[in-house]
């Protein structure tokens, strides 16, 4: 819930959310705001973002924001890593 002006909230639209709402199916094990974006980590170790992303701040490569969640593809890890 909160302000989604820029999508921060990930729910397909930029109208507040007044009321707590699920957005994802489940699986969220980290979630991490800022002002105009937040982030997510689920239980499989993928990353997801939302919001705004003039400046890369959605890690996916691009100054274009999204209104959704988009999974981040991480660079490969040594093996073993998560």
Known sequence: MGRADFGQLGT????????????????????AGGLVHTAIIKADHSIWTTGYSSNGELGNGS???????VQIRRPSLAPGDP
Request: aromatic residues 4%; hydrophobic residues 50%; glycine residues 14%.
């Open 12 to 31: 397909g639209a930029t109208a507040d959310v007044l009321t707590p709402t699920q957005i994802l199916a489940g699986g969220v094990v980290a979630i």
């Open 63 to 69: 100054s274009s924001g999204s209104l959704t969640f």
